[in-house]
């Protein structure tokens, strides 16, 4: 019965090359077996501890779901880099994925640049021509004082070069540009664009830096923020201050995602085919078909305000409670014990009110008829 877990996937920094291998090429966890509460009554003290342990890190890692948003997002990432053939001597469309936090964007993006890296490696080998490693990914995090000499630190990290310590700011870019090309790098993910204070100077350096590697880096360049529109990427150049972000923008699309609403009857159907797949991936004994998306829709609206990012947080949590506490199931008595982020604790009320004075439902009419 035991289901080994990809090895060291809880132990990552997705910043280093050898870590974004493991997240890239480990093959998928398997799901545990669902087991009745008869079975698991006949398990030994060590085989349950063993399941509980597979279950606790499957229910952790459910996702990413395929959700209408993600399927979206990556249609256009993948029109986007698969015209990103150009010739070197031709710059290439750069991509921010700009939307509010808890709609799963780095999750997508994460999963989008999985895939392509699988792609780039079964096309062409792990090898490039010259015995260089293949590496058609490079994934770097910023911070809030991030700028240019450590940007390029950053992506000189990334590959783990022995000169990331000690250079110029121009010497770490040619250093980087050097590692991206003998390591046929297609596309660069930066997260956190948000954390750069784009109306001060670095924020300036850091734009003007951003468009050097668009000119000469065989990258897309895709960026990944909160606000971003706000903070000036896109800006025609207004104003003296931000004409060095115009040709950001000239070159940039902009991708968002949305949350899931409930405003029409296909708005609903969507978040019953998302709650019908996450019930297909929770392993609780006494799991069932309706136990999401008929005995719990408006509830977990209500909970996760359409948010992807606080419904799987939600739903990890009040998985981990359930088999910890025997429940084996999820129901409203259950989820109100567990806590969720603040953002949804707070906008909570408001809508759970609507919900249960029925001026607003989650559920499409068909599934309401059944009910009746």
Not at 20 to 40: G, M
Not at 280 to 287: E, I, T
Not at 321 to 334: N, P, Q, Y
Request: proline share 4%.
């Amino acid at each position: 019965m035991s289901t080994a877990s990809p090895p060291g996937l809880g132990n990552l920094a997705l910043s280093r090359k050898e870590d974004w291998k493991a997240f890239a090429e480990t093959p998928r966890r398997s799901r545990p077996e669902q087991l009745t509460r008869l079975l698991l009554k006949a398990l030994s003290e060590e085989a349950k501890a063993d399941y509980d342990r597979q279950r606790r890190e499957w229910h952790a890692n459910l996702g990413p779901i395929k959700t209408p948003q993600l399927v979206e997002l990556h249609e256009d990432l993948w029109d986007i880099v698969d015209s990103n053939v150009q010739d070197g001597d031709k710059a290439k469309g750069a991509v921010a994925v700009d939307a509010f936090p808890g709609l799963g964007k780095t999750t997508s993006v994460l999963a989008f640049a999985g895939k392509f890296h699988r792609r780039e490696i079964a096309e062409k080998g792990a090898f490039t021509a010259d015995g260089h490693e293949r590496l058609p990914v490079c994934r770097v995090g910023l911070t809030g004082n991030t700028g240019m000499k450590d940007l390029n630190r950053s992506l000189l990290e990334f590959f783990g070069h022995p000169g990331r310590n000690r250079g110029t700011t121009a010497q770490f870019g040619q250093r980087a540009l050097d590692c991206m090309l003998a390591c046929e790098v297609r596309l660069l993910a930066l997260d956190d664009l948000h954390f750069l204070k784009w109306r001060q100077s670095n924020g300036i350096e850091v734009s003007n830096h951003l468009k050097w590697i668009a000119n000469e880096f065989p990258v897309t360049l895709v960026m990944i923020g909160v606000g971003l529109a706000g903070k000036g990427l896109f800006s025609e150049g207004g104003s003296p201050s931000e004409e060095a972000l115009a040709q950001t923008g000239r070159r940039t699309t902009r991708l968002g995602m949305r949350p899931f609403t409930i405003e029409s009857e296909a708005d609903r159907r969507e978040w019953r085919q998302m709650l019908l797949a996450l019930e297909q991936r929770v392993v609780l004994a006494d799991s069932h078909p309706g136990m999401l998306a008929d005995e719990l829709s408006d509830y977990l609206f209500a909970r996760s305000t359409g948010h992807i990012g606080s419904l799987m947080t939600l739903i990890n949590r009040g998985c981990q409670r359930a088999v910890r506490s025997g429940t084996e199931c999820l129901t409203r008595d259950l989820l109100d014990r567990v806590r969720n982020d603040e953002a949804s604790e707070a906008a909570r009320r408001e809508l759970e009110t609507a919900l249960e004075k029925r001026r607003l439902t989650s559920r499409p009419r068909s599934t309401r008829k059944k009910a009746a």
